[in-house]
């Protein structure tokens, strides 16, 4: 699986997590555009950011 592999991948790069520069959203997003998926800004609270991913993506 395409997806799977992605996460992998990223997960494999050493990442250093700040909430201002790359948090849990910016993870998700990265994998949904490589999904092809149009992303909302990563400073969002995680349920407004998912929320809103889904609403600009026909969901």
């Known amino acids: ?7 992998r991948k990223l997960k494999a790069k050493s990442r250093v997590w ?16 490589s999904m092809g998926y149009s992303t909302p800004g990563i400073w969002l609270r995680p349920q ?3 929320t809103r991913l ?5 969901g």
């Open 18 to 33: 700040q909430a201002s520069v790359y948090n849990c959203n910016a993870f998700v997003a990265e994998i949904a555009r």
């Open 48 to 50: 407004e950011f998912i």
């Open 1 to 7: 699986n395409e997806v799977v592999a992605f996460i």
């Open 54 to 58: 889904r609403e600009m993506n026909g």
